[in-house]
Nanobody
Framework: QVQLVEFGGGLVQPGRSLRLSCAGS????????MSWYRQAPGKQREWVAS???????THADSVKDRFAISRDNTKNTVNLQMNSLKPEDTAVYYC???????WGQGTQVTVSS
């Protein structure tokens, strides 16, 4: 059974950094396209970044140059390094196995002074 678990969220001041990780069980994440999404209060869930099985990375314009998606195949994780965080980055962050479309439970990121 596929299971994804996100961790690394928390409360951070504007301008600081956080690193999120998504651990997979029941599959080898490096074989699949993996993505990060986020959902702020009262807003729809939005795509943040993706990494393909071949390692191609794409990021939403709103986070480009600040966030970076990566893999750690030794740990079977997909990570999201978030730098220069802004209050508008506050959201629940989810990882997703794009095919067949499995989600983790999410981790809260709050950016506030």
């Amino acid at each position: 059974q596929v299971q994804l678990v996100e961790f690394g969220g928390g409360l951070v001041q504007p301008g600081r950094s956080l690193r999120l990780s998504c651990a997979g069980s029941g599959m080898i994440l490096s074989r699949y396209r993996m993505s990060w999404y986020r959902q702020a209060p009262g807003k729809q869930r939005e795509w943040v970044a993706s990494i393909t099985a071949s390692g191609l990375r794409t990021h939403a314009d709103s986070v480009k140059d600040r966030f970076a998606i990566s893999r750690d195949n030794t740990k079977n994780t997909v990570n999201l390094q978030m730098n220069s965080l802004k209050p508008e980055d506050t959201a629940v962050y989810y990882c997703k196995l794009e095919t067949p479309g499995s989600w983790g439970q999410g981790t809260q990121v709050t950016v506030s002074s």
